[in-house]
């Protein structure tokens, strides 16, 4: 059992900046951050694999950049040049198996571990 704790949410500007962290009661070998907006599905921001690069959806790559710690059991989510379009819940998810995700990170059935999520609101 993986548990998952989001934060960092908030609320900003266009053009601002957050970064968003997720606690993990251990990383787990694919990890991703996920986004929903009201009334919309839930959409795969970034993905990242113990000792890979990341993966992202087309409409952040540039700027945002996911991390981990694989000593700090964490994983970060920076955030730049943010849009109101942004504004949605984000979530951190864990998938334990060794597996390569490489095409499909972005489907949230992957995922058998979710935090709760935290809010990230971008005005405009």
């Known amino acids: 059992q993986v548990q998952l704790v989001e934060s960092g949410g908030g609320s900003v500007q266009t053009g601002g900046s957050l970064k968003l962290s997720c606690a993990a009661s251990?990383?787990?070998?694919?990890m991703a951050w996920f986004r929903q907006a009201p009334g919309k599905e839930r959409e795969g921001v970034a993905g990242?694999?113990?000792?890979?690069?990341?993966s992202y959806a087309s409409s952040v790559k540039g700027r945002f950049t996911i991390s981990r710690d694989n000593a700090k059991n964490t994983l970060d989510l920076q955030m730049y040049s943010l849009k109101p379009e942004d504004t949605a819940m984000y979530y951190c998810a864990a998938d334990p198996r060794f597996q390569s995700l490489a095409g499909i990170w972005h489907r949230p059935h992957i995922y058998p571990y979710w935090g709760q999520g935290t809010q990230v609101t971008v005005s405009s």
């Open positions: 990242l694999a113990s000792g890979g690069v990341g």
């Open positions: 251990e990383l787990a070998y694919n």
